[in-house]
């Protein structure tokens, strides 16, 4: 089965970069989209970024929120790890960020209830 694990979350001062990892295990061809997001205390699950990995048109495709646009990079690797490069940080990217793997096709990017694997997150702190 599907396992996700994160890592490479830390503290670090506004404008600084982190680089999160996603170690993934057991992914199968219905994985079509892999995603990163994140939640803060008292707040909604945020989609960060995602990217398409079905064997369709759409494979490779990436898709970035508004608040981290132009600030974050989403890749994978040939093992299927995945990776998300954020600069410039910002003290409201303070949250956990999660790893996730979606098999269902439909909805947004960036809706979290479509997702059927979740790793269980990576503490980010920006002071």
């Known amino acids: 089965h599907v396992q996700l694990v994160e890592s490479g979350g830390g503290s670090v001062q506004a404008g600084g970069s982190l680089k999160l990892v996603c170690a993934a295990t057991g992914l199968t061809s219905s994985t079509n989209l892999m995603g990163w997001f994140r939640q803060a205390p008292g707040q909604r699950r945020e989609g960060v970024a995602a990217?398409?990995?079905?064997?369709?048109?759409?494979?490779?495709?990436t898709y970035y929120g508004d608040s981290v646009q132009g600030r974050a990079t989403i890749s994978r690797d040939n093992s299927g790890n995945m990776y998300l490069q954020m600069d410039r940080l910002k003290p409201e990217g303070t949250a956990i960020y999660y790893c996730?793997?979606?098999?269902?096709?439909?909805?947004?990017?960036?809706?979290?209830?479509?997702?059927?694997?979740w790793g269980r997150g990576t503490q980010v702190t920006v002071s």
């Open positions: 990217i398409a990995t079905g064997a369709d048109r759409l494979y490779g495709n």
């Open positions: 996730a793997a979606r098999n269902k096709y439909g909805g947004y990017w960036y809706q979290y209830d479509r997702f059927d694997v």
